[in-house]
């Protein structure tokens, strides 16, 4: 019987830039849903000011979950670092587009809530993530598989 969950040996399987990758979606995700602006109408989420900033978070969330699930399913590191060759630009733009994010004030808003920092944070940590993957030399977790030595005659 084994250890741990299938969850736990899945995250193990994640080298530290896929896991900082990791933890930028899950920052993305997060602040689509709490408020990014304050406004005198209300609190504004991602989905009330929806335009290309917001588009370029989703797509750089997008390329960091391709990443992530691309370690988790491949047996090798060569399609992990190659969508991270991919994830750095879409990462950066994201992280561009956050940055405008923070700088803007749609709708007469007159402050930042947590949902623009929650982005930053989110799209920093793809681009880092996706750095990081490219960077590290590690090799999967997967033992190579050695055929058994042929008998001599």
Known sequence: MSSGSGAERG???LRRGELITLIGVVLIVVSLFVPTYDSPSGQLTAWDTFGAAVALELAGMFAGLALVVSALTERTTALPVATAVWCTPVGLAAVIAALVRLFERPEAANGLAAGGWLALAGTLGILVGAWETMRDEHTS??????????PRP
């Not at 977790?141 to 042929?150: F, I, K, R």
Request: charged share 15%; proline share 31%; net charge positive.
């Open 141 to 150: 977790l997967y033992h190579p598989v050695s055929p058994p030595p042929q």
């Open 11 to 13: 995250l193990r399987r």
